[in-house]
């Protein structure tokens, strides 16, 4: 693990991210992620000088959109920023929680009104 994926980890382990559980260094399918939820379906991956070539950004996406095929979404920071700007990456992964799991209670909430409608 790099520096700041390390610092990440600090943030991210023992359910100190509003309480979800996260994984470090999890494979999923063929692939290793940094950090995963299962409950978000979330990986978080953090971004150092080796993924800078342009061969490195190509497997990355390739890499990223199979997984995104497979449901999994996906928040990229930079390694320095987990060096230079810690607070601000913590509050962007509250940041997409927040919406995120609003935005899954407003479509559950959204079913129990359709179901008793459509069975009138």
């Given at each position: 693990m790099t520096f700041g994926e390390v610092l990440l980890w600090n943030?991210?382990?023992q359910k100190r991210m509003l309480g979800y559980d996260f994984d470090r260094q999890r494979p999923i399918d063929n692939f290793i992620v940094d950090f995963?939820?299962?409950d978000l379906q979330l990986a978080i991956e953090v971004d150092g000088n080796s993924h800078n070539?342009?061969?490195?950004?190509?497997?990355?996406g390739?890499?990223?959109?199979?997984?995104?095929?497979?449901?999994v979404k996906f928040l990229?920071?930079?390694?320095?920023d987990m060096k230079k700007q810690m607070a601000s990456v913590v509050k962007?992964?509250?940041?997409?929680?927040?919406?995120?799991?609003?935005?899954?209670?407003?479509?559950?909430?959204?079913?129990?009104m359709i179901k008793p409608i459509q069975e009138i």
């Amino acid at each position: 693990m790099t520096f700041g994926e390390v610092l990440l980890w600090n943030e991210l382990k023992q359910k100190r991210m509003l309480g979800y559980d996260f994984d470090r260094q999890r494979p999923i399918d063929n692939f290793i992620v940094d950090f995963y939820c299962k409950d978000l379906q979330l990986a978080i991956e953090v971004d150092g000088n080796s993924h800078n070539s342009d061969e490195a950004k190509i497997k990355d996406g390739v890499r990223q959109k199979r997984l995104e095929s497979l449901g999994v979404k996906f928040l990229r920071f930079d390694d320095e920023d987990m060096k230079k700007q810690m607070a601000s990456v913590v509050k962007e992964i509250e940041f997409w929680i927040r919406k995120e799991v609003s935005s899954s209670e407003e479509e559950i909430e959204l079913d129990k009104m359709i179901k008793p409608i459509q069975e009138i």
